[in-house]
């Protein structure tokens, strides 16, 4: 399928022309522990700071939380978006995350987390969507793990094309924007319009990546699968499961949640998952 045939979502800014952001870094294992009383987004940064990174993907499958808070998308109530949230969810109690995944990185000098995932309070059914992580608090000590990035940064910058404000991936002030001789990370933002298998695939191959594991989050105008029905909300939260290139080939799978509620899982179609906002990607070679 040419990028001609993919759904298409009008944004109210000048389209870029380049419709991808890169950095190599150092790629560091983390694990590390979020206190009780913490917000996500402080403790995941102090993490990550503390490791000597400058910004990285982590999960926090299993996180206990209270107060918790999240937004689902949603419709633009203006003109002045193609997409937006819903009001805000407050759950009562302890809600359990059952799977997240968090792209940490700064804003205007400080920690920011963006993070999608699924999670229920106790005796609901779950729910997926973007948590809010400066008002959601570790109710119990929370061990994290994932990959940090020395040298390289998801900075969030302005977004003329989206009227978002969006991290970028960039290389961070003390790094050669090299890929280094160790072990080393991808950092990778997409752009709208394009399918997200096949963007990655061709980032790759320009870095000669042929083998790797894919961590990120993201949204999809529309959804398609290898099996089962589509999801056809324009605007979507989405969450990789297990991502993977092998020979060249991404695989990813995901659960992504519409803008009804309703929680989509499976293996994308190459070629018919357009991104819809932005996709912010660690890809960490293999081999």
């Known amino acids: 399928m040419t990028m001609a045939a993919l759904r298409q ?34 403790g995941l940064g102090r993490g990550v700071a503390d490791a000597g990174c400058d910004a990285a993907y982590v999960a926090v499958d299993g996180a206990r939380l209270s107060p918790f ?13 193609a997409a937006w949230y819903s009001d805000t969810f407050a759950p009562d109690g302890v809600v359990t995350v059952r799977e997240a995944g968090a792209i940490v990185g700064r804003r205007d000098g400080a920690p920011f987390v963006h993070c999608h995932g699924l ?10 969507g973007h948590m809010l992580p400066a008002e959601s608090r570790a109710a119990e000590p929370l061990r994290v ?57 061709a980032i790759c191959a320009e ?25 056809d909300s324009y605007a979507s939260e989405l969450l990789i499961r297990r991502g993977r290139l092998a020979e060249g080939r991404a695989r990813l799978d995901v ?10 899982e499976g293996v994308l179609s190459r070629g018919d998952n357009p991104v819809c906002v932005t996709f912010e990607l660690v890809i960490v070679p293999e081999g």
């Open 9 to 42: 979502i009008r944004h109210p800014g000048p389209v870029a022309f380049v419709r991808y952001a890169k950095a190599w870094g150092e790629a560091v294992p983390l694990d590390f522990t979020v206190a009780p009383g913490e917000t996500m987004e402080a």
């Open 119 to 128: 999670w229920h309070a106790e005796g609901e059914r779950v729910a997926m």
């Open 255 to 264: 659960a992504v949640v519409a803008m009804d509620g309703t929680i989509f």
């Open 145 to 201: 793990t994932g990959t940090g990035l020395r040298g390289a940064v998801f900075e969030a910058r302005q977004d003329a094309e989206t009227n978002f404000r969006l991290f970028a991936a960039e290389v961070a002030s003390a790094a050669s924007g090299l890929r280094p001789a160790g072990p080393a990370a991808l950092a990778l933002t997409l752009r709208p319009n394009q399918d997200v298998s096949l963007a990655i695939e």
């Open 69 to 81: 808070r999240f937004v689902m998308p949603a419709g633009s109530p203006g003109p002045d978006h």
């Open 207 to 231: 870095e000669g990546i042929a083998t790797a594991r894919i961590y990120g989050i993201g949204s999809l105008n529309g959804a398609r699968f290898e099996e089962g029905p589509p999801m």
